[in-house]
């Protein structure tokens, strides 16, 4: 696997369930991210992380839980998820996070919730 | 606060010929960085190219080039001999070199290009 992988691809459930998206990157990267892109509006960043530690939350609802257990692998809990939270899910990372860093993203993880 | 502004929400070019997306940003720092992405419709954002504010020469990474224009604040991606894969979303982004949460990269609205054959 090369540059930076998401699963899974596309993902359906209710608004009771609870799930989890998974990200690794295997550029050796120290920084991770989770954007949410919803239909015709700008990327949004929801979480940073640096060396496993979070550094940014941009007032995400609680129903959206990160997780970053080292610094290849980032994921995100989901649970009692709301219809308008339908929307691509998308993991980058870079080097660091610094700006001006070159983010590097996944192929995404399409949520629908009913 | 840093702001984006992509003006074009579609463009249509012919197969071959060159095509300039549009991009002006908003920011009161000193330093930062531009980038561009290419969105397909699978979703991947693909990382395309990238200016410094600092770099005095254009970017240029193959068929694509970055026209940046310090004073105008736009930053605008050529691509020359546009081939029908090109076909997709095209986001521009910035990121300041400052401290604190005013890192973070952010997008503008992107254009979805079109290449017709």
């Known amino acids: 696997e090369t540059g930076v992988t998401q699963t899974p691809r596309h993902l359906v459930m209710g608004m009771t369930n609870k799930k989890s998206l998974k990200c690794e990157q295997h550029?050796?990267?120290?920084?991770m991210y989770w954007y949410k892109q919803s239909a015709k509006k700008p990327l949004e960043l929801m979480f940073v992380y640096n060396f496993k530690e979070q550094t940014e939350n941009n007032s995400v609802p609680s129903r959206f839980s990160p997780e970053c257990p080292n610094s290849s692998h980032l994921f995100l809990h989901l649970h009692t998820l709301q219809p308008e939270d339908s929307a691509l899910y998308l993991c980058?990372?870079?080097?660091?996070?610094?700006?001006?860093?070159?983010?590097?993203f996944g192929p995404g993880t399409r949520l629908l919730v009913l | 606060a840093q702001k984006i502004t992509q003006t074009q929400p579609g463009m249509f070019v012919q197969e071959k010929e060159a095509v300039t997306l549009d991009c002006t940003y908003d920011?009161?720092?000193?330093?930062?960085?531009l980038f561009w992405y290419k969105q397909p419709s699978s979703g991947e954002m693909i990382f395309l190219i990238y200016q410094g504010s600092y770099d005095e020469q254009n970017a240029t990474e193959g068929r694509y080039s970055l026209n940046f224009q310090k004073a105008r604040k736009s930053a605008n991606l050529v691509i020359s001999a546009s081939q029908l894969g090109d076909s997709a979303m095209y986001f521009c982004?910035?990121?300041?070199?400052?401290?604190?949460?005013?890192?973070?990269?952010?997008f503008g609205s992107g254009t979805q290009l079109t290449v017709l054959p």
């Open positions: 982004a910035m990121s300041p070199f400052s401290s604190g949460s005013a890192r973070q990269l952010t």
């Open positions: 920011t009161s720092d000193q330093s930062y960085g």
């Open positions: 980058a990372s870079s080097q660091d996070p610094w700006g001006g860093e070159t983010q590097y």
């Open positions: 550029l050796g990267h120290n920084a």
